[in-house]
């Protein structure tokens, strides 16, 4: 009789793991967390990264990208779109700065790395969903693609100054739009590089709205539309902006380390 009921219960086990698979991700992200907490470093509207931090002691991170790693594609399929977005960020943000580390301290820049016909978006360094991929893949073949969502580009960080700010907390699905918000807020903000020229009359704006300019006309019509609501408080000025009434012109773009260092 306990033979029996023994064996029902590993069989009810099996089912529920075969309906329920056990996922390899804590969508609160607590490790990833700890990590941007302890190598993040805010100035203003910026960060910087203790990118010697994370050299010395790696294992945190090599333990996330490993969980990261182990996530199959049947396993994503079956989460929300939530989910799905905060995951790829995190796991694109915390990849880049393995990939950094492969090389650091010796580099100025992000794109010190990969071959003379491929930037480093294309180095084929890690495995997701069980092949080999690039940073490219997730931007462009995943996030870009399968989501309307703009705001990516501000929370999708490419190691370097002229990137949005690295947040020192993990992407979690439960606050994800805000965090988009918090982030496209805080970037466009930034009068370094994003403000309204009074003497010329114009936006001087990240080139960020030049290389994915579609994206953000296809959620708001055009780039005037989706950033006039966050650059300036000035009503009058937003509306202007909205009419397409003020030249953009944009800035270029610093790829030097966003490291402390």
């Given at each position: ?7 029902t219960?590993l ?5 529920a ?11 609160t992200y ?14 203003g ?13 790696p294992r ?14 049947t ?7 939530q ?6 960020i ?5 990849l ?19 071959g ?5 978006w ?14 490219d ?9 399968d989501?309307q969502?703009p ?8 190691a ?26 805080q970037?466009?903000?930034d009068?370094?590089?994003?403000y309204?020229?009074?003497?010329s ?6 080139s ?15 780039v005037?539309?989706?950033i ?8 009058q000025l ?8 003020i ?8 790829w030097?380390?966003n490291?402390t260092?």
């Open positions: 009789m306990r033979v029996i009921r023994t064996m219960l069989g009810m086990l099996l089912t793991l075969l309906v329920n698979p056990v996922l390899g991700i804590d969508h607590p490790q990833w967390d700890r990590i941007l907490k302890a190598v993040v470093v805010p100035v509207p910026k960060s910087q990264v203790r990118y010697d931090l994370l050299q010395k002691n945190e991170l090599d333990q996330f990208i490993g969980d990261v790693e182990r996530v199959t594609h396993e994503y399929q079956q989460w929300s779109d989910q799905k977005v905060a995951f790829l995190n796991a694109y943000n915390a880049t700065i393995k990939l950094i580390l492969t090389k650091y301290p010796d580099l100025k820049s992000i794109k010190d790395l990969g003379f016909f491929s930037g480093p294309k180095i084929e360094f890690f495995s997701l969903f069980g092949e080999k991929r690039n940073l893949y997730i931007e462009h073949a995943v996030l870009r693609k989501f969502e705001r990516i580009h501000f929370a999708l960080v490419c370097s100054i002229g990137c949005p700010a690295l947040r020192n907390e993990a992407y979690v699905p439960q606050r994800l739009d805000q965090q988009l918000s918090d982030a496209a807020q970037f466009l903000k009068r370094d590089r994003n309204y020229d009074r003497d009359d114009s936006l001087k704006i990240s960020i709205f030049k290389w994915f300019k579609e994206d953000f006309i296809k959620t708001a019509g055009s005037e539309a989706f006039a609501p966050w650059i300036t408080d000035d009503d937003r509306q202007r902006i909205r009419d397409r009434q030249e953009l012109d944009y800035l270029d773009y610093d030097n380390l490291s260092s």
